[in-house]
């Protein structure tokens, strides 16, 4: 990388952190364990028939397990539940166990955790994807799509996750 990209690369990324995203938790399964990644980039792109996107880094482990066919869970989170997301976005955490003390259910259709704390959730099945420069771009089928017990959302912004009533 030259001085000029790395310096458009970190007036970028600077630029970027000021624009609010909701915070999500991304969860499936591979070889029968749990894969786990904390996004902000969780939209939906069509209710008939209903689909959402999501975008991973393509070099992550649940980038690895994200092909077509694949089925996958979203929790949309509340207010309250940074403590969870902050583990879940620790670089570094065990490969095995990350779900570990964090309270969830298993999806009816994906298999994949649902976290407590959530405000919404989703269930897919991945339909494509996409390669966009170091990160995937998946398109999802709803299979089955809810609402969760918290109230407010979990927003993220410069950097930090903040609770939004």
């Given at each position: ?94 490969d ?31 339909e ?7 990160h ?7 299979t ?12 993220h ?9």
């Amino acid at each position: 990388m030259t001085d000029e990209s790395e310096d458009l690369t970190r007036r970028y990324r600077a630029a970027m952190a000021r624009l609010p995203g909701g915070v999500a938790v991304l969860a499936g399964r591979a070889g029968g364990r749990d894969v786990v990644s904390v996004v902000t980039s969780l939209v939906s792109v069509s209710l008939d028939p209903p689909m959402a996107l999501v975008v991973v880094h393509g070099a992550s482990r649940l980038g690895e397990t994200l092909d077509v066919g694949s089925r996958w869970a979203a929790t949309v989170m509340g207010a309250g539940s940074a403590p969870a997301v902050t583990w879940l976005a620790e670089p570094g955490r065990p490969d095995l166990g990350q779900l570990r003390g964090v309270d969830h259910d298993r999806g009816e259709t994906s298999g994949a955790a649902l976290l407590a704390g959530g405000t919404a959730w989703i269930e897919c099945v991945t339909e494509q994807v996409h390669e966009a420069g170091d990160h995937l771009v998946v398109v999802g089928r709803v299979t089955q799509a809810g609402r969760g017990s918290a109230d407010g959302a979990l927003v993220h912004r410069l950097g930090r996750v903040r609770d939004l009533p």
